[in-house]
């Protein structure tokens, strides 16, 4: 959801500054597109940079149980029945599923309840990048489009137009999806894509005038 509101306030923003600039249709669709590709390519290497440092730290937290498991087996089984007493279990009980646990996956056990770790969902740094440029390029493609449908007098307020809505309509699904209240989520997310975007045409528009 943050990479497809910043995709829209980026893009939409770097269009309305070359366009309040007195730019041509095609300088500001030039100027959409790479928008689209750079911030596409920034969300997919700094999310596969993150992620990569992820699986880097969650192997080497793995490949630690390995040798504590190997050379302390004991001890370790008394640290997962001690994991189990904190959540509630009485230290028999506890003992006993540490046990149990252990003779079925016992790295498995200790990377769920003592690491944190699901196997299932080991970081995948590929996956996640290509998943963020794919999410921020289309909802880039909102305010190009405007561009492209709007006639000469109405390029600017289009983009700007469409460009909130869409924003409102994502700040709506993430307070949906959040479980807090839609109107407010709407409320920030649009003013501040309204915020960015005053700003960035104010600026075209003053450097237009100077520049020109």
Do not use: N
């Not at 600039?21 to 596969?48: D, F, K, P, Q, W």
């Not at 190997?70 to 009980?93: F, H, M, N």
Request: no cysteine.
């Amino acid at each position: 959801m943050l990479g497809s509101d910043d995709a829209i306030v980026s893009t939409a923003s770097l269009m309305l500054g070359v366009l309040a600039s007195s730019a041509s249709r095609g300088a500001t669709l030039i100027a959409g597109v790479a928008g689209l590709v750079a911030g596409a390519m920034s969300m997919a290497v700094g999310e596969y940079v993150s992620v990569s440092s992820q699986r880097d730290a969650e192997r080497a937290d793995i490949a630690r149980e390995k040798q504590e498991l190997a050379g302390q087996p004991r001890a370790e089984l008394r640290e997962l029945a001690t994991i189990y007493v904190t959540r509630g279990l009485d230290e028999a009980l506890a003992m006993k599923v540490a046990e149990q646990l252990s003779a079925h996956d016992r790295l498995g056990a200790h990377m769920r309840d003592e690491l944190g770790i699901d196997q299932a969902a080991l970081a995948r740094p590929l996956q996640a990048a290509w998943i963020s440029a794919a999410s921020f390029a289309s909802f880039a493609v909102i305010p190009i489009a405007a561009l492209l449908v709007s006639p000469a007098a109405l390029r600017l307020p289009m983009i700007a137009a469409l460009s909130l809505v869409s924003l409102a309509a994502l700040g709506a699904l993430g307070g949906h999806l959040g479980g807090a209240p839609m109107a407010g989520a709407s409320l920030r997310v649009t003013l501040g894509g309204a915020l960015a975007m005053a700003v960035t045409a104010a600026i075209g528009r003053l450097l237009g005038i100077s520049v020109g």
